[in-house]
């Protein structure tokens, strides 16, 4: 069941008779960073951060949270090109 959502609640507010399925997931390991003082720049404080995980870390995956496409796209470029410098 979802941790965001009451189920029973929204199924019979569409339809009495639907079907609720449940779907198991599978849980991973999180660890999260934060910076304990405010940053001027957040954007390039996270694409910072994430190199540096990137570079230190054991393989895995890193997850930025961003307001936008653009400022996905370009923390992806940044990232790409940054990391791009490690890997040759």
């Keep these: 069941m979802s941790a965001t959502i009451e189920v029973k609640k929204f199924v019979e507010y569409f339809d009495h008779e639907a079907p609720l399925l449940t779907i198991p997931g599978k849980l991973h ?39 936008g496409e653009e400022e996905i796209e370009y923390a992806v470029g940044k990232i790409e090109g940054e990391i791009g410098l490690f890997e040759d």
């Design 29 to 67: 390991p999180v660890e999260i960073y934060y910076t304990p003082k405010s940053v001027e720049d957040y954007l390039e404080s996270a694409i910072k951060t994430a190199v540096q995980i990137h570079i230190n870390e054991s393989e895995g995956d890193i997850l930025v949270f961003l307001t």
